[in-house]
């Protein structure tokens, strides 16, 4: 059997598009002679999503017809509300290897397939359309428009979808139901209403008692869909968050809600990414939905100012409504009024009454920096989850990465630097020395601009390794290139500190130094691409730390580093 497209419906059709077990060993002979996709994350969820019918009414990943009718007018071009794109992504070399008409197999990163796609038409993504209609802005600040510029692909491609299996997932297996068996749940509980929750964040107290006062409002029980596929970078990780959201639901009252993760990878569209929310959440059959103040927006730009208007979220999803045919419940921001011991709206707060507040960033902030936390914010049992999870500084893995030309002092800073982690002895210390890794990882590669970018990319990720597991790691290749740089940084920083040193000792220096005598071989022809002297070196933007060791001892530039961590609360 092929595709079926609808199945049982409570409260709208759904897609399925997994195929039974006959078409499976069928299409797992086709796929032999096929070319291959292999997903990322992103495209991961997406597919996740349109399998279980997360995503009802697609059947596949979108048209260009379909694409150009969601960026103008948020529907599909048969009609459908449909406020996102929800295409496949390529690079150009793949989109010239093939043609519309031909079917790929969609595999996962290790191999394994997932699906058969048709292809119906290949197109160059219309990225600043796509940017300011989805996100409303062109500014790469908005995540959502970075990975749109940066990150995805720049072709997409389109077509029908048999999905042969659901991605892989060992996380949470009891935590992973389709809309399908939600509904059943709903149904074999005789739940009539439903209210749907989604979030990327921590449950506290006041998202406990939106959570509640909703239920009250709309005498529903409440589905928790915790978003478990991407979102904003800097939010806690899923696995903390599941471990969170346990805890909180123990407050519930029992058997009035269901705990089930949500595969969706986030573009923090606001609005529009508000809309597909809610059609998400009527597919589980929810009868309500909640929109918060901000909904699903990335925050603020560089100026300090919010991308979307805090209310953008609920005017959209409420005129829609009707159409989606589910109830939107919005709610403003909520407050603690610490002398009543609640909290209330801060538009319903009594006259002369004092309020304080902390957000959902304030809390991730005190967590990260080791601060405080009261109870009126969030639960005890939260705290210690997240503080588990996100240890303060001094428990944290860090990175100290230092780059500058040949000769121009980083070994000798980094064995310094060594020998004093050593001495402190707080946490393992690895040293990735240019020298010992260029001999140990990268033996094969030379110095032209990609065979850099692998070596500087290869200690970035054994540094990110070492950093996530706690220990310390100090990097000193040349690493010329800056996006390189920012790359590793970006990694590590999600794990522990990074802490960029720019060894800035200028060549005259190095050259007249010339331990190796490399700089008067560039010089005389012997060696080329030589950084400084034929080749480029990209002085770091905003190192975290500046050493300029002409005048300065390897001992008094390592002091400078040890002050830098210290202040930082990482020794
Ligand atoms: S990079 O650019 O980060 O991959 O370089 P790195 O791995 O740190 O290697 C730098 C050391 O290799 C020697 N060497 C060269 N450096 C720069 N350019 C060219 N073409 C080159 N060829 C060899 C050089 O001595 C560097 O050693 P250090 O310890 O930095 O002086």
Redesign the pocket.
């Known amino acids: 059997m092929k595709n079926t497209e609808t199945i049982e419906p409570h409260g709208g059709s759904l897609v399925n598009l997994l195929v039974d077990e006959k078409r499976q060993t069928i299409l797992k002979d086709v796929a032999f002679n096929l070319s291959d996709i292999t997903l990322n994350d992103r495209q991961l969820c997406n597919l996740e999503l349109l399998a279980t019918g997360a995503f009802s009414p697609l059947k596949g990943f979108m048209t260009r017809t379909d694409y150009e009718s969601v960026l103008d007018r948020m529907r599909l071009q048969n009609g459908d509300l449909w406020p996102i794109p929800i295409c496949l992504d390529i690079s150009e070399t793949k989109a010239k290897s093939l043609e519309a008409g031909q079917s790929v197999a969609l595999r996962d990163p290790e191999g394994f397939l997932l699906a058969i796609m048709e292809i119906e038409e290949i197109w160059a993504v219309e990225v600043e359309k796509e940017a300011l209609q989805v996100f409303g802005t062109s500014d790469q600040g908005h995540p959502g428009v970075q990975q749109l510029y940066k990150k995805a692909g720049n072709f997409y491609i389109g077509g029908s979808l048999e999905i042969l299996s659901l991605p892989l997932h060992f996380d949470f297996k009891q935590l992973r139901l389709t809309p399908q068996e939600i509904r059943n749940i709903y149904k074999r509980m005789g739940w009539k209403h439903v209210v749907g929750f989604q979030t990327a964040q921590p449950i506290h107290r006041p998202q406990y008692e939106l959570t509640i006062k909703a239920m009250q409002q709309a005498k529903a029980n409440l589905l928790i869909l915790p978003i478990a596929g991407m979102t904003k970078p800097g939010d806690f990780d899923h696995y903390t968050r599941v471990r969170c959201y346990r805890e909180v639901t123990r407050h519930y009252p029992p058997d009035s809600f269901i705990l089930n993760l949500l595969p969706l990878a986030m573009h923090m569209a606001g609005p529009r990414e508000a809309l597909l929310q809610t059609i998400i959440s009527k597919n589980y059959g929810c009868t309500h939905f909640i929109i918060g103040h901000d909904h699903a927006g990335p925050g603020r730009d560089k100026n300090g100012k919010s991308f979307y208007k805090s209310n953008d979220a609920q005017k959209l999803t409420d005129e829609y409504s009707k159409e989606i045919d589910i109830k939107i419940i919005s709610f403003g921001e909520m407050v603690y009024l610490p002398f009543e011991d609640e909290y209330s709206f801060v538009d319903q707060v009594p006259e002369g009454s004092k309020t304080i507040s902390l957000t959902g960033s304030d809390i991730r902030e005190r967590i990260l920096t080791g601060r405080q936390i009261p109870k009126w914010a969030t639960f005890p049992e939260v705290v210690d989850e997240l503080r588990k999870a996100y240890p303060t500084p001094q428990k944290q893995g860090f990175t100290v990465f230092l780059?500058?030309?040949?000769?121009?002092g980083?070994?000798t800073v980094a064995k310094v630097l060594f020998s004093r982690f050593l001495e402190i002895g707080d946490r393992p210390v690895t040293l990735l020395?240019?020298?010992i890794?260029?001999r140990n990882l990268?033996s094969n590669?030379?110095?032209t601009k990609e065979?850099?970018?692998i070596?500087?990319r290869r200690?970035g990720f054994v540094a990110s390794e070492i950093t996530k597991n706690r220990g310390i790691a100090i990097c000193?290749?040349?690493?010329?290139?800056e996006s390189t740089r920012s790359e590793i940084r970006s990694t590590i920083e999600s794990y522990g500190g990074f802490i960029e040193v720019h060894v800035s000792t200028p060549i005259e220096t190095?050259e007249k130094r010339d331990?190796?005598g490399?700089y008067a071989k560039?010089r005389a022809g012997l060696?080329?691409?030589?950084?400084?002297?034929d080749?480029p070196y990209e002085i770091p933007a905003s190192p975290e730390v500046s050493i300029n060791t002409t005048d300065i001892t390897p001992n008094e530039a390592a002091q400078e580093i040890l002050l830098f961590l210290g202040q930082k609360g990482f020794i």
């Open positions: 780059t500058g030309l040949s000769g121009a980083k070994s020395d240019g020298d890794v260029r990268s590669l030379k110095f065979d850099r970018d070596n500087v200690i000193a290749p040349i690493a010329p290139y190095c331990r190796k490399m560039a060696i080329k691409g030589f950084t400084g002297v080749d």
